[in-house]
């Protein structure tokens, strides 16, 4: 069954969109990287940034503005979407999904062994966002990565401070003219929806690739893509249970089979599911935080959408509900948003 708001499958970076004639260019301002920010808002690069926890709809809702804003690209802020591998595991939008928007950082960087550093996306972020500006298109940033997010944003940034982890404070003083986007679900809906998710995405493929990139010797690795939720769930139930031994006998334990085999399993589901709440928990933590030190986050309500996709999960009931209800409450008050932050 594949998910309302799917899992993701990989990609790679598309072709820029062909840049505007001059005249037709939108009017946001050029970004120099080379030359030093000043605190007017009409010196800095316009910025469009969609947060939240994750499953909340990010991806949906870039590629719906981007389908009202012209010549808009998007950049990825996912941690772990930085990295090529685990598509599914991991969400990656997929290409057809994309409606032909380009997006950056996303699956491109081949390493496992190594974490990319909050500096290091900064770097390749703010490269990113000028080359796009420099052809008068729009970008998007988009992922639930606070810590990455706010590397990337702020104008003095000090990669030996965890201003999440209480050891500084959270600059309000931003290198971009920002548009902060907030999509938020209530609590329970949302925990509830994202268990929901993971047997969706177990259905997608998820154990199979999991399966695939099993490697017993690098266990007790924990760095790059191997951080990702599902990777340490299921390297306990693959030790047990290695996956070269089950091809003969089906590769997911189904009802009935070897009950000690199918508790290993569900036990890693049961603890996918409850890690990927604690992420969701820990990221509108940070968000909270940006908001406490000034950042002008506006919070988008999609807890009626999501109780209504969760309704059709129960009922087999049309999408019409949760679409309308998305659109209405999610997307129209963001398109707004957005037009008057490009009109000022």
Not at 18 to 39: G, V
Not at 69 to 91: A, C, E, V, W
Not at 145 to 154: E, Q
């Amino acid at each position: 069954m594949k998910p309302i708001f799917s899992s993701f499958h990989s990609l790679h970076s598309p072709l820029l969109h062909p840049p505007l004639p001059l005249h037709r260019r939108p009017r946001w301002p050029r970004m120099d990287s080379s030359t030093p920010h000043q605190d007017s808002s009409e010196n800095k690069a316009k910025l469009i940034v969609i947060m939240g926890a994750t499953g909340t709809g990010k991806s949906r809702l870039s590629i719906d503005l981007s389908s009202r804003f012209p010549h808009s690209q998007i950049i990825n802020s996912d941690k772990m979407q930085l990295y090529n591998g685990l598509d599914i595991t991991t969400n990656k939008i997929p290409l057809h999904e994309r409606k032909g928007v380009p997006h950056f950082l996303l699956g491109e960087f081949d390493s496992i062994d190594a974490d990319v550093a909050p500096s290091q996306f900064r770097s390749s972020a703010g490269l990113t966002i000028a080359n796009i500006v420099s052809r008068g298109n729009l970008p998007f940033l988009v992922g639930g990565s606070n810590s990455f997010i706010h590397a990337l944003l702020v104008e003095t940034f000090d990669s030996e401070v965890d201003v999440f982890a209480g050891s500084g404070s959270v600059s309000h003083v931003l290198r971009y003219d920002c548009c902060f986007l907030w999509v938020d679900v209530a609590w329970s809906v949302l925990c509830d929806y994202l268990c929901k998710r993971v047997d969706e995405m177990l259905d997608s493929g998820m154990f199979e690739e999991l399966a695939q990139f099993y490697a017993p010797d690098k266990e007790s690795v924990r760095v790059g893509l191997r951080k990702a939720i599902g990777v340490p769930e299921f390297d306990g139930y693959f030790r047990k249970y290695p996956p070269w031994e089950s091809e003969e006998n089906g590769m997911v334990p189904e009802e009935g089979c070897d009950p000690v085999r199918r508790e290993a399993y569900e036990e890693a589901v049961r603890e996918i599911q409850d890690n990927t709440c604690r992420l969701a928990k820990r990221q509108i933590g940070k968000i909270l935080r940006l908001i406490g030190a000034g950042w002008d986050l506006r919070r988008l309500d999609a807890t009626a959408t999501f109780g209504a996709v969760m309704r059709k999960k129960k009922s087999s009931s049309s999408d019409l509900e949760w679409r309308d209800i998305w659109e209405r409450e999610v997307v129209e008050p963001s398109v707004k948003i957005v037009k008057r932050f490009l009109e000022e």
